[in-house]
């Protein structure tokens, strides 16, 4: 069922990866345009993390987070380092949707409200209370009734939110760039009234930065770029490059009035070494850097080479949707079989590109001549 949307018609059965390739069980090499879903950022089998996953499978592959454990508290240390502003707390778990249930629920308690507002087109994960701040019927139908409290409201509309925020409001929940959603960036004045609003009422203001986040858009991250700092913030996919883990880092008005909440796996030692090894590749070797860099040439080429072909390319960084003229899922199907590049879907229209940030000019350059043998194409169709 998962990912079959994409590849329904030649299914591409992928047994190895290295770097920005993976390989299928025929044999055919593929440039990894999607870092599977922007869950490694370093790329597949970064000897960095793989080296940390080994020593700590053969020292503790878990333990209770009953008990402290040195791989837990080097990630919590290293998180609060790179964290925006002052957010000291971190819960940790094992997915983008349970940071923002936690996210959510650490909201209402320490608000003592109940309200949450999210923005249509948002994206916020497919558990009961992830979803119900996920907009997309698609997503949400034939799974109701989901939990009570939500608010839908026009992302980038500073008035809609204004009117809606009020005392009763535990949360506005944002991506700063909306990802599935179509790679809808905001600008800084619609985070600042958004600051503005939930500081005046008391509500948290909570940035989903599970897919904007780690560098990805040149930033660590992208909230940073907009001088905004939220109540809470969400990471996950790329956080230990390709195993399972999300955090959600909080303000200690939050964190010191979370509730009671819990996870069996939350912190183990085994993903925590691989997410502190991804942070330390990360900072490092300065990847948002190459993420800005590269992200700007590989934008200005296609918008160069098939600008005219293309309806809009928006995005920061190397997280970039390029929207097309036709279905797109067909373009990512004819990109994946006919150019051996595998680029994401987001929303209907748009082609997502959010390659490993480490990728270099001869991928980027790959991912063009790519992009326009397909794009470019449907004008001689
Ligand atoms: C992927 C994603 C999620 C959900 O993460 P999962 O690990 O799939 O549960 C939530 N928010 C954003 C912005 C995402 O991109």
Same mark, same amino acid.
């Given at each position: 069922? &998962?990912?079959?949307? =994409? ?23 593929? /440039? ?10 370093? #790329?597949?089998?970064? +000897? ?8 700590? /499978? ?11 454990? +040195? ?5 919590? @240390? ?5 964290? +925006?502003?002052?957010?000291? #707390? ?6 983008? @949707? ?75 929940? /944002? ?10 960036? $905001? ?31 040149? &930033? ?8 905004? =700092? ?32 819990? &996870? ?10 691989? @997410? ?12 948002? $850097? ?26 920061? #960084? ?16 004819? /990109? ?6 595998? $680029?994401? +879907?987001?929303?209907?229209? =748009? ?8 990728? #270099? ?15 470019? &194409?449907?004008?001689?169709?």
């Amino acid at each position: 069922m &998962s990912g079959g949307f =994409v590849f329904s018609e030649k299914p591409i059965r992928i047994v190895e990866g290295s770097g920005t390739t993976l390989v299928d069980d025929a044999g055919t090499r593929y /440039l990894d345009a999607g870092a599977s879903y922007a869950c490694v950022p370093l #790329g597949h089998g970064h +000897p960095r993390v793989t080296d940390a996953v080994t020593t700590q /499978l053969q020292e503790l592959t878990y333990v209770h987070g009953s008990y402290p454990s +040195p791989a837990r508290d080097r990630l919590m @240390a290293k998180l609060v380092a790179l964290a +925006p502003g002052d957010l000291d #707390g971190v819960w940790l778990c094992n997915s983008g @949707a349970e940071a923002i249930e936690a996210a959510l629920k650490f909201a209402r308690h320490a608000t003592g409200e109940s309200t949450i507002v999210a923005a249509k087109r948002g994206f916020h994960g497919r558990t009961m209370g992830a979803l119900s701040a996920t907009w997309k019927s698609q997503y949400r139908s034939g799974y109701e009734p989901l939990v009570d409290g939500f608010e839908f409201v026009d992302y980038g509309d500073i008035d809609a939110l204004e009117a809606v925020v009020d005392e009763d409001t535990a949360a506005v929940i /944002l991506e700063p760039i909306q990802g599935e959603g179509g790679i809808n960036p $905001a600008s800084t004045t619609y985070l600042e009234a958004a600051r503005d609003v939930t500081a005046a009422t008391g509500a948290a203001l909570i940035f989903d930065e599970i897919q904007t986040g780690l560098g990805r858009t040149g &930033s660590f991250w992208a909230c940073t770029d907009h001088g905004v =700092v939220p109540d809470i913030l969400t990471t996950a996919k790329g956080l230990a490059n390709g195993l399972p883990i999300g955090a959600t880092l909080c303000r200690d008005w939050v964190a010191d009035d979370h509730g009671n909440h819990g &996870s069996t796996f939350s912190g183990g030692p085994l993903v925590t070494a691989a @997410a502190t090894a991804t942070l330390d590749v990360l900072t490092e070797d300065d990847v948002p $850097a190459n993420a800005t860099a590269i992200g700007t040439e590989l934008r200005d080429a296609i918008e160069d080479r098939v600008g005219d072909d293309l309806r809009d390319v928006r995005g920061k #960084g190397l997280l970039i949707g390029l929207e097309v003229k036709r279905g797109v899922t067909r373009v990512a199907r004819q /990109l994946a079989v006919d150019e051996q590049i595998l $680029a994401l +879907p987001a929303g209907r229209t =748009v082609l997502r590109l959010v390659p490993p940030l480490v990728i #270099g000019p001869d991928d980027a350059a790959a991912i063009v001549d790519g992009v326009d043998a397909v794009v470019g &194409s449907e004008s001689t169709e």
